[in-house]
């Protein structure tokens, strides 16, 4: 199963200051600690919420607001998507990460297709047969 | 919370466990005796953890304890009289403490790991015992996982690995790199066990299951290991090229009630791209070491033919039908000839593909092998000759072990029935 790991932001990671070396070097170990282990899928830092936009929704209309965003809870610095066997085993991977200072990591697991199952709508189920059988018959056609 | 506390434990296990018997294999010279004395440290901390939670540094704590044991086991050897005596030495020298584990050197380490590599794939063994062997000691799996990855009975998986240790053992394997000169030899047979390993996830050869994708996993996880361990061997990027992009099918490879779906029927856009991206890189790794033309890097060519095509009719046919006459050069067998068929088949028609297909009609190795008469069967569909076809693909059906397939099969036979 797949987490994505976020990074919360902070004022440093929004003023586009990068980390010092130590941190730099810590963090670089960790992730070949990842890549080592054969865990790590994809890993990336965000520039500030500054290089960013919002496309916001309501009523049809689509509204740009540009960044910086102000909420700091909104603000995410960067990402880990690893591929392991369990929640425990991906707390146990975010506990070796070099953190502190108070910051939370949050851990969230991805959904596969699996495991929507019941919950797709009879809509999308049936459609997805209704392309599946077109998709037959294209086939039968070209023979 | 005694639950979680176990989940936990388990979690700890399969990240640090390769490392730790890597580790105990070197000091006390024996995977047997290491694995055993990991085994120990396990039970210590099921015992331990539920009450004092899982210790700040888990890796640290586990080899400590194991190292203890290791100083117990030889006292009492000692007692007895039997050897370990200049092992006793050696550790009694060191300090009783628990060392800082993860401060070691990581080049040690990781040499360590590959010690233990090449020990469980060592020749002495079967090909069985070095794939429970690779699956316990560098996968982190129980013997119950890999029993239930098998679809054989735990006993015979336990006594598959107690046999192997002894085995080894018995055959003074060292714990050590292979000589140079056998270098290559010896990983190309550590790859064919995750290749192995992989498959068994990917086609199941027996069972109602045809997929175990976490089999998959394991050896996608082990072939990245790999890789870390040896960046240099183009072999192991072009290994794990293959399965990652064989890997971003898996989603694609299962209809809705839970049937096979052909590569050129399925819906590429459940292919993952993610893996996809993962595998070209992995290529190019292999490609940029000088290795395009490994028997890996080219099956792992022909796989990224498939991913860079959007739609099935892109496919570069006879990109694959060349990449298969290269591989059957380079590794000339029965099976990859049979590939080669279907390739050409694609590319120059179903005459020309039946042409190689008939050629392998007299070959022994592949006498009660389900896809020959499959591909047999299509490529004669294909050519209007229907009656041929279904005794084909009643053949073959009548040869799978795995039920998903019969049942595709039996399909076919009844289609090309109905046309005949």
């Not at chain 1, 700091?72 to 369990?86: H, P």
């Not at chain 2, 098998?150 to 050590?176: D, M, S």
């Not at chain 2, 059957?328 to 990859?336: Q, T």
């Not at chain 2, 039946?354 to 190795?365: K, N």
């Amino acid at each position: 199963m797949r987490f994505l790991i976020l990074v919360p932001g902070n004022e440093q990671s929004e003023a586009g200051v990068l980390p010092d070396e130590k941190i730099f070097i810590e963090m670089n170990r960790y992730n070949e600690e990842l890549v080592n282990a054969g865990v790590m899928l994809a890993a990336h830092g965000l520039h500030p919420t500054s290089k960013g936009a919002k496309v916001k929704f309501s009523g049809g209309k689509r509204t740009i607001i540009d960044g910086p965003f102000t909420e700091a809870k909104e603000l995410i610095a960067g990402f880990w998507l690893i591929e392991v066997k369990s929640k425990e085993e991906a707390i146990e991977w975010v506990k070796r990460a070099p953190f502190d200072g108070g910051v939370e990591i949050e851990i969230r697991q991805v959904q596969e297709a699996e495991d929507l199952g019941d919950a797709l709508p009879e809509e999308v189920r049936l459609a997805e047969q209704r392309m599946s059988a077109q998709m037959a018959a294209q086939r039968q056609q070209r023979k | 919370m005694a639950i979680d506390a176990q989940r936990a434990v388990e979690a700890v296990w399969r990240i640090e466990s390769a490392r730790l018997i890597a580790g105990l294999a070197r000091i006390v010279g024996d995977v047997g005796v290491a694995e055993e004395l990991a085994q120990d440290a396990l039970v210590a901390a099921l015992e331990q953890w539920p009450e004092s939670g899982v210790p700040e540094k888990p890796g640290a704590w586990l080899m400590g304890t194991a190292k203890h044991r290791a100083i117990d086991l030889i006292r009492r050897n000692q007692r007895l009289g039997r050897k370990y005596e200049e092992l006793g030495h050696e550790l009694m020298a060191q300090e009783l403490e628990a060392p800082d584990f993860e401060a070691a050197v990581d080049d040690e380490i990781g040499d360590d790991l590959l010690r233990l590599v090449f020990t469980a794939c060592h020749p002495v063994l079967s090909t069985e015992a070095r794939v429970a062997l690779t699956l316990r000691l560098l996968g982190g799996l129980t013997s119950e996982e890999i029993a239930r990855a098998f679809l054989v009975p735990v006993a015979t998986v336990q006594q598959r690995i107690v046999r192997a240790k002894r085995t080894l053992t018995e055959a003074h394997v060292p714990f050590e790199l292979p000589p140079t000169p056998e270098l290559a030899e010896r990983l190309a047979s550590v790859l064919e066990v995750v290749y192995l390993i992989f498959n068994e996830g990917y086609a199941a050869t027996a069972g109602d299951d045809w997929m175990r994708p976490g089999l998959c996993e394991d050896a996608l996880r082990l072939g990245r290991i790999l890789a870390g361990l040896v960046p240099d061997e183009p072999e192991v990027h072009g290994l794990v090229a293959l399965m990652e992009i064989q890997s971003s099918r898996s989603r694609a490879r299962k209809g809705p009630s839970g049937e096979m779906v052909l590569l050129l029927d399925q819906d590429r856009g459940r292919w993952d791209q993610l893996l996809i991206r993962r595998g070209l890189a992995a290529l190019q790794r292999a490609e940029d070491r000088g290795g395009a033309f490994g028997p890996y890097a080219l099956q792992a060519a022909i796989a990224a033919c498939h991913a860079r095509a959007r739609r099935g009719e892109d496919t570069d046919w006879k990109r694959i039908a060349a990449l298969y006459d290269a591989l059957a050069e380079l590794a000339p067998s029965p099976v990859v000839e049979l590939n080669r068929a279907v390739a050409v088949a694609m590319a120059f028609g179903p005459a020309a593909g039946l042409e190689i297909v008939d050629s392998l009609a007299t070959e022994p190795a592949l006498g009660a092998y389900h896809l020959l008469p499959s591909v047999r069967g299509d490529l004669l569909a294909k050519l209007g000759r229907h009656g041929e076809a279904r005794a084909e693909f009643e053949r073959a059906a009548s040869l799978t072990r795995n039920e998903p397939e019969r049942r595709l099969l039996q399909k076919r036979a009844a289609a090309s029935a109905e046309r005949g």
